[in-house]
Every structure is written in structure tokens, then in C-alpha cells.
């Protein structure tokens, strides 16, 4: 029998859930990270493998790896000497997977004013990725090299329990695949060792409720556009 109100409150987390663009400076306490990421490490993972490692940067360190990935992203010449070790998106497009992705920028875009032919607008938009939207919490989630295609798989239950725990606590988060360029960086800045691979980055804070982007709600795809009930 369902217990209604777990379900309720699990539910208002799932779908509270966005990406948020722009945060408080408000700090989180360190138990509360600590407790949520504990909370998320209960994911599920091929004979119990955890292949997550996670990068807490605040303070100081989340301030010097934003600008170095900054000073490099707006200089031409440097930004094109650092590529993602994966592809996240698709080599080709197709239908209707571009269609989502270009409506979701396009309503970004237009949120904030920005028009098509305003390319140092949207330049500036995409640099508020490396300063983490001004969250005051910066994760950066890495993976063992060693380990295959099941691994990342878990790996994303992991970082959906990290964004639903971080709801729980009146939290806000948002997954940025937009770090994967500059994993040189990030491994001297934070250290990371060699073995290790970067799968993306996220913001962790309070939401500023007060910001024009962060009224941005995507749409989802009907059931019927993705289920298929099979009785017979």
C-alpha cells in the first residue's frame, strides 16, 4: 500500500527539481553538504562498485578555479586548445532531439533579452557556467578511468540522488556538462589524480527566486510520447 504522504514529498522534490542559473551568496553549511551527498551515495551501482568521486570547492579554491577557467574561455586563442575527453551530446544531431535543445536555449535566450546576432551576450551567459551561477558550492564529480559504460550509467543515479537530496533540504543545484572542456584545469587546480576522469560539474546553493532566468521551466514529453504499455 502506498504511504501518500512519502509520496507526496518525494514526488514535490522529483519534480521542484531545475536547473537554476543564478543563486544567493547565502553559504551552505558543510553538514548539510556532507549529509545530502552521504544521503546520495545510497545509488544504486553494478555489484555495489560507488563509482563516484566528488570535488567540493567553496571559498577560495571555487573562486581561483573560476578564474582560471574564465581567463581562458574569453581568449580565442587559448579556449581552442582545451576539449572535452567525452562527447556528451551527439556527434549529428537529429529530430526531436535538437528541436528540445534549441527551444530550451531559445527561451533562455529570451528570458534574458538576448537576440540571436547579440553573440557576446550569449558568450557572457554561457561564462556564468565556470563561476557556478554564483553559488556559493561548486561539485566537480569525477570517475576512475579504468572503469566502463555500467559505471557511468550509475554514475548518473548518483548525481540525480544528489540534486533530489539537495531538494529535500531547500536546496538548489545545476548539472554542467559545460566544465567538461577545461578538465585540464580543473585537475591542476583541484588536484585531481590522472587516473581520475571529469564527468561534469554542478552548482549547489539557494536560488535566487529574484532572477529572470530562473523563472525558465522546461516542458516534458507526454507519456504517451515515451511509454509503451505491453499486456499481451
Given at each position: 500500500m502506498t504511504d501518500t504522504t512519502t509520496s507526496r514529498i518525494v514526488d514535490e522534490a522529483i519534480v521542484s527539481r531545475r536547473s537554476i542559473r543564478a543563486?544567493?551568496?547565502t553559504p551552505v553549511p558543510r553538514a548539510d553538504i556532507e549529509a545530502l551527498?552521504?544521503?546520495a551515495a545510497r545509488a544504486p551501482s553494478g555489484t555495489n562498485t560507488q563509482p563516484w568521486k566528488v570535488y567540493v570547492c567553496t571559498g577560495a579554491r571555487r573562486d581561483r578555479l573560476a578564474a582560471a577557467i574564465i581567463e581562458t574561455y574569453l581568449d580565442p586563442a587559448r579556449v581552442k586548445e582545451h576539449a572535452a575527453e567525452y562527447h556528451y551530446y551527439?556527434?549529428?544531431?537529429a529530430s526531436p532531439y535538437i528541436d528540445r535543445r534549441r527551444k530550451v536555449g531559445?527561451?533562455?535566450y529570451a528570458l534574458l533579452g538576448l537576440e540571436r546576432e547579440n553573440k557576446a551576450?550569449?558568450?557572457?551567459?554561457?561564462?556564468r557556467n565556470y563561476v557556478f551561477f554564483d553559488a556559493p558550492v561548486g561539485l566537480i564529480f569525477t570517475i576512475d578511468r579504468s572503469l566502463e559504460k555500467g559505471s557511468w550509467l550509475d554514475y548518473g543515479m548518483f548525481l540525480q540522488n544528489v540534486m533530489i537530496a539537495a531538494r529535500g533540504r531547500?536546496?538548489?543545484t545545476c548539472p554542467q556538462a559545460a566544465f567538461n572542456q577545461f578538465h585540464r584545469i580543473i585537475g591542476e587546480v583541484l588536484e585531481i589524480p590522472a587516473n581520475e576522469q571529469v564527468v561534469c560539474g554542478m552548482a549547489l546553493g539557494f536560488a535566487d527566486m529574484g532572477r529572470i532566468e530562473n523563472s525558465l521551466v522546461t516542458?516534458?514529453?507526454p507519456l504517451a510520447g515515451f511509454v509503451k504499455f505491453l499486456s499481451d
Open positions: 543563486f544567493l551568496p551527498l552521504e544521503v551527439p556527434v549529428q544531431w531559445w527561451d533562455l551576450g550569449m558568450q557572457a551567459q554561457h561564462a531547500g536546496l538548489d516542458e516534458r514529453e
